[in-house]
Nanobody, 126 residues
Framework: QVQLVESGGGLVQAGGSLRLSCAAS????????MGWFRQAPGKEREFVAG??????????ADYADFAEGRFTISRDGANTVVLRMNSLKPEDTAVYYC????WGQGSSAASSYEYWGQGTQVTVSS
């Protein structure tokens, strides 16, 4: 059974940092695209960052414009994806979701991802 479990959310002051981790289980995710999305109250779920397998143990990373330069996504082995968030802003407050795409497309579209975690709350206070 495939399961994605996020951890690392919490409350942080503006300008602070958080590290989110997502542990996948149930199979090897080495060739899967894995990424992070977020959803704020009353807003659509949006792409934050993603990784796409580029061969061997290498992964290509992609970011939303608002994440570029502040967030870093990485794969820690085949089944763990980490999102490091720096210089956090109040507008980064949202539930952050980990997602996996078995076809490895690495799309920014939520509809491309078949597996989802339950989400972890990130709250940035001003």
């Amino acid at each position: 059974q495939v399961q994605l479990v996020e951890s690392g959310g919490g409350l942080v002051q503006a300008g602070g940092s958080l590290r989110l981790s997502c542990a996948a289980s149930g199979r090897s995710f080495s060739s899967y695209a894995m990424g992070w999305f977020r959803q704020a109250p009353g807003k659509e779920r949006e792409f934050v960052a993603g990784t796409k397998w580029s061969g061997g143990s290498k992964y290509y990373a992609d970011y939303a414009d608002f994440a570029e330069g502040r967030f870093t996504i990485s794969r820690d082995g085949a089944n763990t994806v980490v999102l490091r968030m720096n210089s956090l802003k109040p507008e980064d407050t949202a539930v952050y979701y980990c997602a996996a795409d078995r076809w490895g497309q690495g799309s920014s579209a939520a509809s491309s991802y078949e597996y989802w975690g339950q989400g972890t709350q990130v709250t940035v206070s001003s």
